[in-house]
């Protein structure tokens, strides 16, 4: 059984960055991570997958050239940075594992999910 939880979200201004860390309570090495989204009322939507040793990327075309996702193996941590931050980022924000090397993080296969941390971009 593998824990994740979220750290960093919180309010800030439309331009802002933020920096999202998920700390994993095992071995990340064996996991593809992903991070997701939620804005109220809405469905829950990928934001950004990387295979176990980092080698491939992908992101929401929403997100592209703003957000970059990163992992340290060593620290069991998968991070998100969000940067020139939009209204529209606002969600709450979930990490999310799944065991074996994927080019994809499907928002309804993943086998194991954080708890979530808010991000509010506001003025």
């Known amino acids: 059984q593998l824990q994740l939880v979220e750290s960093g979200g919180g309010l800030v201004q439309p331009g802002g960055s933020l920096r999202l860390s998920c700390a994993a309570s095992g071995f990340t090495l064996d996991y593809t991570l992903g991070w997701f989204r939620q804005a109220p009322g809405k469905e829950r939507e990928g934001v950004s997958c990387i295979t176990n040793f980092g080698g491939t990327t992908n992101y929401a075309e929403s997100v592209k050239g703003r957000f970059t996702i990163s992992r340290d193996n060593n620290k069991n941590t998968v991070y998100l940075q969000m940067n020139s931050l939009k209204p529209e980022d606002t969600a709450v924000y979930y990490c999310?594992?799944?065991?074996?090397?994927?080019?994809?993080?499907?928002?309804?296969?993943?086998?194991?999910w954080g708890k979530g941390t808010l991000v509010t971009v506001s003025s």
């Open positions: 999310a594992a799944k065991l074996g090397v994927f080019r994809r993080c499907p928002v309804d296969g993943m086998d194991y």
